[in-house]
């Protein structure tokens, strides 16, 4: 087994269930997953595009170019190797200094 880089490359969340388990992608989220599992995400993300155009979903250039889209790169990994990546990436994201809004109404206790 492997792991696969699966992209939501669409604008809009992406809720589905794998074996009754919901995923949800937010839009243009990239994160390793199980080979069978991105595919399965892949094609259902793809269902979804291409209702929304009206077009059937047997049309296999626009398919074929949608699910490309899914997979943004040829890296394979491990699955250990893919949780680790994943794991990494949400300490990063966890790291992000916010800056806090509205600085200058904050109330000034001396002041009081």
Same mark, same amino acid.
């Given at each position: 087994?492997? +792991?696969?880089?699966?992209?939501?490359?669409?604008?809009? =969340?992406?809720?589905? %269930?794998?074996?009754?388990?919901?995923?949800?992608?937010? +839009?243009?989220?990239? $994160?390793?997953? !199980? =080979?069978?599992? *991105?595919?399965?995400? *892949?094609?259902?993300?793809?269902?979804? !595009? $291409?209702?929304?155009?009206?077009?059937? @979903?047997?049309? *296999? /250039?626009?398919?074929?170019?949608? @699910? *490309?889209?899914?997979?943004?790169?040829?890296?394979?990994?491990? /699955?250990?190797? +893919?949780?680790?990546?994943?794991?990494? !990436?949400?300490?990063?994201?966890?790291? %992000?200094?916010?800056?806090?809004?509205?600085?200058?109404?904050?109330?000034? %206790?001396?002041?009081?």
């Amino acid at each position: 087994m492997v +792991a696969v880089k699966f992209r939501n490359f669409t604008d809009e =969340d992406f809720v589905w %269930k794998y074996d009754g388990v919901p995923f949800e992608f937010k +839009a243009g989220q990239e $994160i390793f997953l !199980e =080979d069978f599992k *991105a595919e399965h995400f *892949a094609k259902h993300l793809v269902d979804r !595009e $291409i209702n929304k155009l009206g077009k059937r @979903t047997d049309y *296999a /250039p626009l398919r074929a170019e949608l @699910t *490309a889209k899914c997979f943004p790169s040829d890296e394979v990994v491990t /699955p250990l190797e +893919a949780l680790n990546l994943n794991e990494k !990436e949400k300490v990063v994201k966890k790291l %992000k200094k916010v800056e806090p809004e509205f600085e200058d109404l904050k109330v000034n %206790k001396k002041t009081k």
